[in-house]
């Protein structure tokens, strides 16, 4: 019976010592306390693409710049899932299409009857894509009004490049039914156009778009791109906000003259739960140290001061009031 009762209290003895360990060893490593609770996870869309490094961009300079923090990369399926990801707060931050960003958060289109109103802008003026038409230079077509009854190749099923372009074409009067298309990528698209088995090719894209490029450096096939006209811009713009219309360089493809067009947007937004203070820190943080962001992909060297506030969402109060600060916001 007594050796029972030793034994008994040795145990005891044996977990007042583990407790006491883990005790010290909590209170000597100070940094488990501050991380935990203060993560920050970025969703980066795939590897490979271009938010994934310049997600690495914003990490390096919170990680750099605002301490007790701990920043997670994650990948993701891309401008979709992204922003799902922020809207939920299953991530704090991420790169997304200005487009998806405004159905998340108003409840429409792709995102009806799944509305994610806690989606915020930290911040925009990341290069998007301009849209490509691409016409053989033989063909005559000179107006968006003249695809009514073309083969077109229109990219990839569920992709930017087919809501873009059949957004637009309402515009000219012209709808889906008016044409028959061919879901096929970019380079297939292209390809099919010098073959002759379709009238046009569309790609959105940053510029130089790599298939578009590559038929004007062979030059072995004359091409033309149509412009959109400026009133059937101003009316689609006026409609679809988080477009943008650029101008397409001459020297960019040798065709000797500009080239207007519709162009996509991308921006970073931020979940809305996340607090005004920290929000603040990490936009003073990213628009001063710019460098990371416009080395981390040619998309991040459009990013500036200027251009970063976004007027067609609502901008996080931390990052508003670091743009009020500058200037750029009223």
């Known amino acids: 019976m007594k050796s029972k009762k030793i034994g008994f209290m040795t145990a005891w003895l044996a977990v007042l010592v583990v407790i006491a360990v883990v005790g010290i060893s909590s209170a000597a490593d100070p940094k488990k306390e501050t991380i ?51 809207g939920r707060g299953e991530s704090e931050i991420s790169i997304t299409n200005g487009d998806v960003a405004h159905e998340a958060y108003t409840g429409t289109g792709r995102y009806e009857k799944k509305k994610l109103p806690n989606i915020r802008v930290l911040f925009g003026g990341i290069a998007g894509g301009p849209l490509h038409v691409v016409v053989p230079k033989a063909s005559g077509i000179k107006s968006y009004a003249q695809m009514k009854g073309k083969r077109v190749a229109i990219g990839p099923q569920g992709g930017s490049t087919p809501y873009m372009a059949l957004s637009l074409l309402k515009y000219y009067g012209v709808q889906k039914s008016d044409m028959r298309l ?9 390809q099919a156009l010098q073959d002759g088995h ?26 033309d791109m149509p412009s959109v ?39 970073v937004v931020v979940n809305a739960k996340v607090s005004e203070d920290l929000v603040y820190r990490i936009t003073k943080a990213i628009f001063e140290n710019l460098g990371t962001m416009h080395t981390a992909h040619p998309a991040g060297k459009s990013i500036k001061l200027e251009n970063a506030p976004v007027r067609y969402l609502p901008m996080h109060p931390g990052s508003e009031k670091y743009f009020r600060e500058k200037g750029v916001m009223k």
């Open 36 to 86: 935990k609770g203060v993560n920050i996870s970025i969703s980066a869309g795939p590897a490979g693409g271009a938010y994934y490094p310049l997600s690495v961009g914003m990490s390096e300079i919170i990680g750099k710049n605002i301490p007790g923090y701990k920043v997670d990369v994650v990948t993701s399926a891309g401008s979709i899932e992204n922003a799902t990801m922020v």
């Open 182 to 190: 061919s879901y096929l990528n970019y380079e297939d698209g292209m």
């Open 198 to 223: 379709v009238d046009v090719s569309m790609a959105v894209g940053p510029m130089p778009l790599p298939s578009v490029k590559q038929m004007a450096t062979f030059g072995k096939f004359a091409f």
């Open 229 to 267: 006209e400026s009133d059937k811009a101003q009316a689609f713009l006026k409609d679809y906000p988080f477009f943008n219309l650029v101008t397409i360089p001459a020297p960019m493809y040798g065709l000797g003259y500009e080239v207007k067009t519709i162009s996509s947007t991308n921006i």
